[in-house]
């Protein structure tokens, strides 16, 4: 079993930044892929990022490349969520996703979540 407890996530202004940590308990996070989402209200869960599990692979969706970056220290078994030059349209609830072996941004992919924290981006 693994726990994902998402943190970092607040109110900002627009072109401010935030970090977000996404730490897990009960397993090891070393052999997995992981990822973040979001959920903005009303709309379905999306992809941001994924990191694999050599943390040498990243993908981004079009809509944070360039302003969000994706790492993972294993030996914390936690990943983080730089972003950077926020916008409004990045307000949603944040979730961190443990993925398998292949780096991915299909949802079904990903395992376990966890709660998510609020991210919400003033203009």
């Known amino acids: 079993q693994v726990q994902l407890v998402e943190s970092g996530g607040g109110l900002v202004q627009a072109g401010g930044s935030l970090r977000l940590s996404c730490a897990a308990s009960?397993?090891?996070?070393?052999?997995?892929?992981m990822g973040w989402f979001r959920q903005a209200p009303g709309k379905e869960r999306e992809f941001v990022a994924a990191l694999s599990w050599s943390g040498t692979s990243t993908n981004y969706a079009d809509s944070v490349k360039g302003r969000f970056t994706i790492s993972r220290d294993n030996a914390k078994n936690t990943m983080y969520l730089q972003m950077n030059s926020l916008k409004p349209e990045d307000t949603a609830v944040y979730y961190c996703?443990?993925?398998?072996?292949?780096?991915?941004?299909?949802?079904?992919?990903?395992?376990?979540w966890g709660q998510g924290t609020q991210v919400t981006v003033s203009s």
């Open positions: 009960g397993r090891t996070l070393r052999s997995y892929t």
């Open positions: 996703a443990r993925g398998g072996y292949y780096i991915s941004s299909e949802i079904r992919r990903y395992d376990y």
